[in-house]
């Protein structure tokens, strides 16, 4: 289960946030991987600190959790 929900977690969360005028489609794609995964493993949980992370992978200021 763990796989296929990392494997629709970022897709989702980019279509998400395309639908809300946030563009994604420039970010780090190696800090989205770390990201998806540490959600996935629990690892972060927090939906504030993740909300800042999605926020600064758009912004470009995050390089990795």
Partial sequence: MFAAAALTAWPSTAVFLDLHG???LGVDQDAAYEL??????????????????LRG???GA????
């Fill in 22 to 24: 946030v563009d994604l």
């Fill in 36 to 53: 998806v995964v540490a959600v996935a493993a629990g690892v972060l949980a927090d939906v504030g600190v993740l909300a800042g992370w």
């Fill in 57 to 59: 992978l758009a912004e």
């Fill in 62 to 65: 995050v390089s990795g959790v």
